[in-house]
């Protein structure tokens, strides 16, 4: 069966009704987007699209053999299912994921990358001067990564913005350590998955130069046990949240903006898929600004040491 043209919850509704009805067992569903993903460096158009890899990659994870994604280019004109259509052959292929561009298939494989890393330099090289915020700023990396802009970029002011802001346990040390490596710090309760409050949070910042989104919640579960409610709950802060603050600042003249996004979008963890859902999206949108000339860098991090 294939799928195509359907928003991410409603890709969850039949992938609940794909594992839990016996009658589909024997068969595999075809998830179809238009461009969703980039090959090659080209523009997302579709980011929307990034949150449904995510999701049915969590879903191939937990379900082996059971759904293939295609992507096919925005302006290919194939036809998808059916006797003639792509979905066919690429199928036969085997492959789990594969990109249809100018009628020829592609297909992920890992590949050595050259320079760069994300330790003293590579990712955030881009930073330059201006206002650094930081969402999910009281939380743990967010934390980290104020020290590091402060006390490797010399950034000189931070917002640090959580919807708790100084009600976040241990806000008032990491305050005093900024402060006391010579920064400005505000710190402010925003709820990112609220468009206002966040246009309202930048419009309050004069001189906003990085933005680093690294809020986030997590609310694992395998996908039969999801819905579409557990999946806005976390969609909300990650894919909204970075949604509205690229909204937002488009205008602005930004050195970098950085998607704190997970490992578990790419490979798409097992009990993870609404999260996977979110990193996904998040790795689509830096695709989507870079293609349109703006900053963009998504850091599909792995599991930090220190727990949050
Ligand atoms: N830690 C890891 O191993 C790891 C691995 C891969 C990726 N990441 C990603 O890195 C980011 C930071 O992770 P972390 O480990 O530092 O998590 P964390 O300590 O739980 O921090 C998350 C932060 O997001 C804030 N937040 C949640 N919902 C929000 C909302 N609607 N509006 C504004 N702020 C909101 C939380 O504060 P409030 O609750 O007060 O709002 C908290 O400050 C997350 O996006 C996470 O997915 C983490």
Redo the contacts with the bound molecule.
């Keep these: 069966m294939v799928l195509s043209g359907v928003d991410v919850v409603g890709v969850l509704e039949v992938l609940r009704l794909w594992v839990g009805d016996e009658r589909f067992g024997g068969s595999r569903l075809v998830v179809v987007t238009r461009g969703a993903v980039s090959v090659g460096g080209e523009g997302v158009e579709d980011v929307g699209g990034g949150a449904v890899w995510g999701l049915v990659r969590s879903a191939q994870s937990e379900h082996p053999g059971r759904f293939v994604l295609v992507d096919v280019g925005v302006d290919e004109g194939v036809v998808v299912g059916g006797v003639g259509g792509v979905v066919p052959d690429v199928v036969g292929l085997g492959e789990s994921e594969v990109a249809v561009r100018g009628g020829r298939v592609w297909v992920p494989r890992l590949v050595g990358v050259s320079g760069g890393g994300v330790g003293g330099g590579g990712v955030v090289a881009g930073v330059g001067g201006g206002v650094a915020l930081v ?8 934390g980290l990564v104020a020290r590091h802009l402060v006390s490797v970029y010399g950034v000189g002011e931070v917002v640090l ?4 802001g100084w009600g ?1 346990p241990g806000v008032g040390g990491l305050v005093g350590e900024l402060e006391g490596l010579g920064a400005r710090v505000r710190v402010v309760a ?4 609220d468009r206002g409050a966040v246009a309202e949070l930048v419009g309050s910042i004069e001189g906003l130069g990085v933005v680093v989104h ?5 609310d694992d579960g395998v996908v039969g046990s999801l819905d579409g409610g557990r999946l806005v709950g976390v969609l ?3 894919a909204l ?1 970075a949604w509205y603050l690229h909204e937002v600042t488009c205008g602005l003249d930004l050195s970098a903006f950085v998607l ?4 578990a979008g790419v490979l798409g963890n097992a009990g993870q898929g609404s ?1 996977a859902a979110a990193n996904g999206f998040l790795d689509a949108l830096a695709a989507h600004r870079r293609a349109r000339g703006l900053p963009g860098v998504s850091i599909a ?4 040491e220190e727990r ?1």
């Design positions: 969402t999910g700023g009281t939380g743990l990396l967010g913005v959580s919807r708790r976040a925003c709820d990112v998955g690294a809020a986030g919640v997590v909300g802060p990650k949240g704190f996004s997970s490992a999260y991090w792995g599991f930090w949050s």
